[in-house]
């Protein structure tokens, strides 16, 4: 079983760069992972995702901004944030799960860490 614990939130003015980081223990190279995020009074929606394959997909409000990468050996998945604009604010939720490819329904993982906020200025 995955537990994913999130780290690197915190709070910036617009224009600027995050890292958020996700320490996955009992993850290996058969699993999914992907970044989710659900601001205040919204439902959660997909940020950008690795598949089994490797397959990276992002959301269209983040592409080009938004980097997903992951340390298989560290068990780590990352999440550069840059031009960050207030409308990136919100919880930042680090998922993973065996679906072979499951875009960014986040119904399709199973295992889910506790969230890191992110909140950015105008």
């Known amino acids: 079983q995955v537990q994913p614990v999130e780290s690197g939130g915190g709070s910036v003015e617009a224009g600027g760069s995050l890292r958020l980081s996700c320490a996955a223990s009992?993850?290996?190279?058969?699993?999914?992972v992907g970044w989710f995020r659900q601001a205040l009074g919204k439902e959660r929606e997909g940020v950008a995702t690795?598949?089994?394959?490797?397959?990276?997909t992002y959301a269209d409000s983040v592409k080009g901004r938004f980097t997903i990468s992951k340390d298989n050996a560290e068990r780590t998945l990352y999440l550069q944030m840059n031009s960050l604009k207030p409308e990136d604010t919100a919880m930042y939720y680090c998922?993973?799960?065996?679906?072979?490819?499951?875009?960014?329904?986040?119904?399709?993982?199973?295992?889910w860490g506790q969230g890191t906020q992110v909140t950015v200025s105008s």
């Open positions: 998922a993973a799960g065996r679906y072979y490819e499951p875009g960014l329904i986040g119904d399709r993982f199973p295992y």
């Open positions: 690795i598949d089994r394959a490797g397959r990276v």
């Open positions: 009992g993850y290996t190279d058969q699993y999914s």
